[in-house]
């Protein structure tokens, strides 16, 4: 269970940083593309990981 909490809150941080560099940067600067990208795979993360609970 403490997995799945470590795996949602770095979810959580990653969307955080890259919500605050959306708003410093213009959008096609490579540190915003790779800061969405970090984010969508920690939470895709979080997803598959709830589909398996076991």
């Given at each position: 269970?403490?997995?799945n909490i470590?795996?949602i809150t770095?979810a959580?941080?990653?969307?955080n940083?890259?919500?605050t560099?959306?708003?410093?940067?213009?959008p096609?600067s490579p540190?915003?593309?790779?800061s969405?990208?970090?984010?969508?795979q920690?939470?895709?993360?979080?997803?598959d990981a709830?589909k398996?609970?076991?």
């Amino acid at each position: 269970m403490s997995d799945n909490i470590k795996k949602i809150t770095d979810a959580l941080n990653m969307m955080n940083v890259a919500m605050t560099q959306i708003r410093l940067y213009p959008p096609t600067s490579p540190m915003i593309v790779n800061s969405m990208n970090r984010a969508y795979q920690a939470i895709y993360i979080c997803i598959d990981a709830g589909k398996n609970p076991w």
